[in-house]
Every structure is written in C-alpha cells, then in structure tokens.
C-alpha cells in the first residue's frame, strides 16, 4: 500500500495570529503536487508546520502519516517516518561538513532510532560510495561534500545541496518550499531534471513554487492554490499555466479577496491614514 499524508481542516497559527484556516489536502506516496499562491498567502507556514517547527502552533486539525498522528511527533521522528522537508531559507551550519551531516542523517533515518547519540553510523566506505554515485547522478560537484553544510553557499548550491539530501534519505514523501528560488535558468533545468530523477513510485511531492518553468520538468498531476491560508482552487497542469497566463487576480476577485478590499482595509488605521 501506498503511503500517504493526509492534512485535514489543519489550522495553524504564528504567534497568536490565524495563517492557516482550514486545510485540506492528501499527498500519496507517487504522486506529484504544486503548491502555488501569493507571497505571504501561507505556503510556508504549512511546511514548516508540517515538520513540527515549534513557532508554528496548530490549533485544530489532523495530520497523519499512514495513520500515524504526526503532530504528536518530533521532528526528527516524523524525518524517520519518512516525510522531508526541504526549506524556502536552508540555514548554513558552519563546522560540520556536507558529508558527515549527510552521514549523520542518513544514519538516523535508516536506523529507526530517535536518539541521535545512540544511532550506529552507516560504515564510513558504503556511504562514501552511496554518496559518490549520487553526487555524480545529479551532477554535484566532489567538493560540495567538504563544504561545510550551506555555508558560503550560493543561492543555487543550497538548493542543489538539498536535493543531494532528498537523494541520500530517499524519503516517503517530500516537501520541497521554493527549491526554484533564485536559481538561474540552467539551474531550474538542473535541479528540476534532478528532482525529476528521484521521482518514481516510492516518492510523493509538494512542491511550492512561484513559477511553472520548475514544473516543465517536474510536472504535477495536482496543482493546489493557497490564497489567505486556504487552497482554494485545485486541478491539474492547466491550473498553472491559467496563473502564468492571467496572475492571481481573477483567483482573488472569485474567492473576494481583492486587491481594492486590502488597499480599504487600511482606512482607519493610522499608519495607513499617512497616505493622505
Ligand atoms: N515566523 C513568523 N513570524 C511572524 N509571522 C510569520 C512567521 N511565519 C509566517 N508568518 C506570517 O504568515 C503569513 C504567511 O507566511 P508564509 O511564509 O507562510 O507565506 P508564503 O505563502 O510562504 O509566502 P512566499 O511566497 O512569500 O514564500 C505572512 O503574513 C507571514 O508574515
Ligand atoms: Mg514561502
């Protein structure tokens, strides 16, 4: 049986403040979906939610993981059941290398242990050769490896290290937030054609994306649109082509959330009535 995430009537707020309203959404092992929707719209509020990120406080909801309640979960237990998160801004960690942070990880998730002072490390030859083969699989260069993890990296070497991640935990089903941001157009195609390698039948995707050109390589079965922490419109690979075509504007006029109302909404608040 196929696994699968399934979100339902998920709430979710930051510091006291609703993102979220009400969210519904399954992603199954070997499927492919697009999250897309404007900028602050709560894309990644729900990733980071998903991965247990403690700002985030779910208010109502569930979340299961082939059953299994995954807001009762820590982050890294949710990690061994197979759920990856890949995040909109990777923070660099500065002293532990590429390699022994991917050993690490790796290590942990296959083990099944929650502890990581405990877990047994993958012998350092089979995993030097696994991430050998990777590393040439997708293209990422040997001294990527070294580095230390995401520090000094360029926008486009943190998204490609972390689809060497994604490659190495080879998780059930993934969250990627924004992999495409500031990559140039070669690097779309190289981490697209990358993500595109790994996808088979064992892995499930969100991806979160702004544009469609990422989803020329990976292309969605479902695409979901987020507008004020809600998915408003779901359908297929047209959905996406319809927003390159037109933006979010007719999305807002039909779901009321336009652009006039947000500009009224200021009236009598006096940081907006400056503009007068
Ligand atoms: N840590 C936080 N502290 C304060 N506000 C937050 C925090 N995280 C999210 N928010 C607020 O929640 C809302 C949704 O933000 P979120 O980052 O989820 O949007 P997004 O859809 O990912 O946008 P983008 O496309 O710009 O990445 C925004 O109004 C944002 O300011
Ligand atoms: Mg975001």
Redesign the pocket.
């Known amino acids: 049986m196929s696994t699968e995430l399934v979100i339902k009537d998920l709430h979710i707020s ?2 006291g ?1 609703p ?2 309203k009400n969210l519904n959404l399954t992603v199954r092992q070997g499927e492919i979906h697009a999250l897309m ?12 939610a998903l991965m247990g990120h403690p ?2 406080e779910i208010d109502s909801g569930e979340v299961t993981f082939d059953g299994v309640d995954v807001l009762e979960l820590e982050s890294n237990e949710r990690a061994k059941l197979g759920l990856f998160l890949a995040f ?1 801004y990777p923070t660099a960690v500065p002293g532990v290398s590429m390699a022994n942070f991917l050993r690490m990880a790796v290590s942990a998730v296959r083990s099944g242990n929650s502890n990581g002072s405990e877990t047994k490390l993958i012998p350092m030859r089979e995993f030097r050769r696994e991430l050998r083969t990777k590393m040439k699989q997708l293209g990422v260069d040997e001294s990527f490896a070294r580095r230390y993890l995401n520090d000094g990296f360029s926008g486009g070497e943190k998204k490609r290290a972390e689809v060497l991640q994604l490659a190495m935990l080879e998780p059930k089903i993934a969250i990627l ?2 992999t495409d ?1 500031g990559l140039d157009i070669d690097a779309v195609r190289i981490v697209g054609e990358s993500v595109n390698q790994l996808i088979g039948p064992n892995l499930g995707v969100l991806i ?1 994306t ?1 544009y469609p050109r990422l989803l020329n390589y990976i292309r969605p079965e479902f695409v979901h649109i ?1 507008l004020d ?1 809600r998915i408003v419109e779901s359908g297929g690979w047209e959905l996406a082509q319809l927003l390159e075509e037109k933006g979010y504007g007719p999305i807002r006029e039909k779901y009321g959330i336009s652009e006039e109302v947000l500009a009224n909404e200021g009236d009598q608040d006096p940081l907006f009535s400056l503009r007068r």
């Open positions: 930051v510091e403040t993102i979220i929707g404007p900028n602050g719209s709560g894309k990644s509020t729900l990733a980071n700002l985030y909109q937030d924004e941001s979160i702004h987020m922490g």
